[in-house]
């Protein structure tokens, strides 16, 4: 087995039969050896001692409880509040949504940051995707998806097909119209992304969009749009972006990827011509680079890869390393 691109957690349990028995989640909403991930503002709680690697802050029951506020397990996770994530090694773990605080970490302070062994001066509310990986990968997979369900809650207070109140149900993994007439179930999205590592015989298709950090160029990638097939929608943006056409497409592997909301699908192709048309409204450059120019070049601000988190860099990378595995061309 490849290893799994980061984000993704298969030790993760996700516990999709039982959350549905209240009981049971009610249970573990208040059991002492359940963890809570605080998520405020679409961030998450880190702790980062000088020159070391951050760590994920998890809360104890006891503690995670009184930053609910008023109401039960039940009303908390009606109101998208309190979230069941999955068990890991047999610990429940929920994420719990702190926004409504202005000031989190004030609150938080010292006794439930001692709990989990931290002080207080070296918490602090982080954007995941600043984190870049630091964090280990069953963690930054943690925090992804409780950043994830989160920022699903946040957005889905209203049918959106009467526009009634809607409130959560399955430990927080649906939510329902309140209006009897409608009853609507809406379900947790996660949109689909393409992204391709397109060759050509020793060279591979590199863009950059004028946003990327100095020098860094990365594959090519677009939403999957309704009613295309994975394989067209690669075909289709790659052909805007660059005017390049591919042939053979083959899938490599996934990665969740909760900013705010995609799955990346990603893929090898075979490119069909060469000449390179930028489209500038999408990249600022596109261009060929030789293989044994990138197996030489080391990321610096004339020229590097993309970040080590992302699956970008896993499709360069074993493009350039042939790494034989189910679907590399
Ligand atoms: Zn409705």
Known sequence: MPLPNYYSAPEFERA????????????????????????WRSQNLVVEIEGGEPRAIVLAAGHAAPLLGEGDADTHLAHG??????????????????????????????????????????????????????????EGALLALARAMVFWHQRHRFCGLCGSPTLGEEAGHMRRCTNPDCSTMHFPRTDPAVIMLVSDGERALLGRNKNFPPGMYSTLAGFVEPGESLEDAVAREVREETAIE??????????????????????????????????????????????????KHADDNTFRLPRLDSIARRLVKDWLHRKAGPGSL
């Open 246 to 295: 591919v042939g053979a497409v083959a899938y490599h592997s996934s990665q969740p990827w909760p900013f705010p909301a995609n799955i990346m699908l990603g893929f090898h192709a075979e490119a069909t011509s060469t000449e390179i048309t930028v489209d500038y409204g999408e990249l600022e450059d596109a261009r060929w680079f030789e293989r044994d120019w990138l197996l």
């Open 16 to 39: 999709g039969l039982r959350r549905r028995d209240g009981e049971w989640i009610r249970a573990r909403a208040t059991d002492a050896a359940s963890q809570f991930v605080p998520v």
């Open 81 to 138: 509040r309190l979230v069941f994530l999955g068990e890991i090694e047999a610990r429940a773990h929920f994420a719990i949504d702190l926004s409504a605080i202005e000031t989190p970490l004030e609150r938080l302070a010292s006794p439930a940051l001692a709990a989990s062994g931290v002080s207080a001066d070296n918490a602090r509310f982080a954007d995941l995707r600043q984190l870049a990986g630091r964090l280990a990968r069953p």
